[in-house]
């Protein structure tokens, strides 16, 4: 079982254009939080200083997942990226409360804020990157199901309305409401924490080998009942791993059936549901009714 080429590419060029994109974020947001003292541009900083470390280690945890199963990993290494993106839920969680201790601070003891005309600059193009990173994992995520560019849209999901949500803190400012800024920080932190428990309540799912929603096994048992000559099928079992999906069936076929019959509707049971579905990987057993 091997991961097309076409996927391959993506899927590296998904974890490289995420590196870049929160590289380049904390760049100019160190810049303008320096100029402007905001907390709630803070805030942004810490999430995208994290979010870099979180997309290096996606970017290694999917070279990591591309690589065929060995001898000592017959199923590939798929649940590297499931092991990402739990570290992605920590270094989020992290930033989260890292983010609401700078804010409760902030509230206590207000401070005047500095030039905001360079934050706002920064947060539009936060935004506008942002945008084009989630158009693009979007696309990835549909070709190829990786757990890991899933994880990683989801928080920067959760950085579109934290940038957003930023962009107006400064704003307000600007036009005298200062003190918005910190409640905003902490709003933000607040998300930040409930984005990082999704994610790591899909990443534990696939590596608590958690089963396939319901309606897609529904599909495959439909798949194979249409098949003539197959009578049955039972315990159908399912699991995913980074962009595979491994499925086993047993077949009930008559008994008196020769032993090579069976074995061609194996194979077109396994044939039928991979055509439907390409990321699956169909162990097929058959028993006699």
Same mark, same amino acid.
Request: aromatic content about 6%; glycine content about 6%; charged content about 15%.
């Given at each position: 079982m091997?991961?097309?080429?076409?996927?391959?590419?993506?899927?590296?060029l998904?974890?490289?254009?995420?590196?870049t994109v929160?590289?380049i974020?904390?760049?100019?947001?160190?810049?303008? @939080? @320096?100029?402007s003292?905001?907390?709630?541009?803070l805030?942004?900083?810490?999430?995208?200083?994290?979010?870099?470390?979180?997309?290096?280690?996606?970017l290694?945890?999917?070279? +990591?997942a591309?690589r065929?199963?060995d001898?000592?990993?017959?199923?590939g290494?798929g649940? &590297?990226?499931?092991l990402? %993106?739990?570290?992605?839920?920590?270094?989020?969680?992290?930033?989260?409360?890292?983010?609401g201790?700078?804010?409760? #601070?902030?509230l206590?003891?207000p401070?005047?804020?500095?030039d905001?005309?360079?934050?706002?600059?920064?947060m539009?193009?936060?935004?506008?990157?942002?945008?084009?990173l989630?158009?693009?994992?979007?696309k990835?995520?549909?070709?190829?199901?990786s757990?890991?560019?899933?994880?990683?849209?989801?928080? +920067?999901?959760?950085?579109? !309305?934290l940038?957003g949500?930023?962009?107006? &803190?400064l704003? !307000?400012?600007?036009?005298g409401w200062p003190q918005?800024?910190a409640?905003?920080?902490?709003?933000?932190?607040? +998300?930040?924490?409930?984005s990082?428990?999704?994610?790591a309540?899909?990443?534990?799912a696939?590596?608590?080998?958690?089963?396939?929603?319901a309606?897609?096994?529904?599909?495959?048992l439909?798949?194979? !009942?249409a098949?003539? %000559?197959v009578? %049955?099928?039972h315990? !159908?079992?399912s699991?995913v791993?980074?962009s595979?999906w491994?499925? #086993?069936?047993?077949l009930?076929?008559?008994?008196?059936?020769p032993?090579h019959?069976?074995?061609?509707?194996?194979?077109q049971?396994?044939?039928?549901?991979?055509?439907? +579905?390409?990321?699956?990987?169909?162990?097929?057993?058959?028993?006699?009714?």
């Amino acid at each position: 079982m091997t991961v097309s080429a076409e996927h391959q590419r993506l899927l590296r060029l998904a974890t490289r254009a995420s590196l870049t994109v929160a590289s380049i974020l904390v760049m100019t947001k160190a810049i303008a @939080w @320096w100029l402007s003292g905001s907390v709630s541009l803070l805030a942004g900083l810490t999430d995208s200083a994290l979010d870099a470390v979180a997309s290096f280690l996606n970017l290694l945890a999917v070279h +990591y997942a591309l690589r065929p199963a060995d001898d000592d990993h017959r199923f590939g290494h798929g649940k &590297a990226e499931a092991l990402a %993106g739990m570290a992605q839920a920590l270094f989020i969680g992290v930033s989260a409360v890292l983010i609401g201790v700078q804010a409760v #601070q902030r509230l206590q003891a207000p401070q005047p804020l500095g030039d905001t005309a360079a934050g706002i600059g920064v947060m539009v193009l936060s935004l506008v990157l942002t945008v084009a990173l989630l158009a693009f994992q979007r696309k990835v995520i549909r070709l190829t199901g990786s757990t890991a560019v899933r994880a990683d849209s989801l928080h +920067y999901r959760s950085d579109l !309305l934290l940038n957003g949500s930023i962009l107006l &803190a400064l704003v !307000l400012a600007r036009f005298g409401w200062p003190q918005l800024d910190a409640l905003f920080g902490l709003g933000i932190a607040v +998300y930040i924490l409930w984005s990082a428990l999704q994610i790591a309540r899909e990443s534990t799912a696939i590596l608590m080998d958690q089963e396939l929603p319901a309606d897609i096994g529904e599909r495959m048992l439909e798949v194979v !009942l249409a098949i003539p %000559g197959v009578q %049955g099928v039972h315990d !159908l079992r399912s699991r995913v791993s980074g962009s595979h999906w491994f499925v #086993q069936l047993h077949l009930e076929l008559p008994g008196d059936l020769p032993l090579h019959r069976a074995h061609e509707l194996c194979v077109q049971a396994s044939a039928a549901i991979r055509e439907r +579905y390409p990321r699956a990987d169909v162990m097929v057993h058959a028993d006699p009714v």
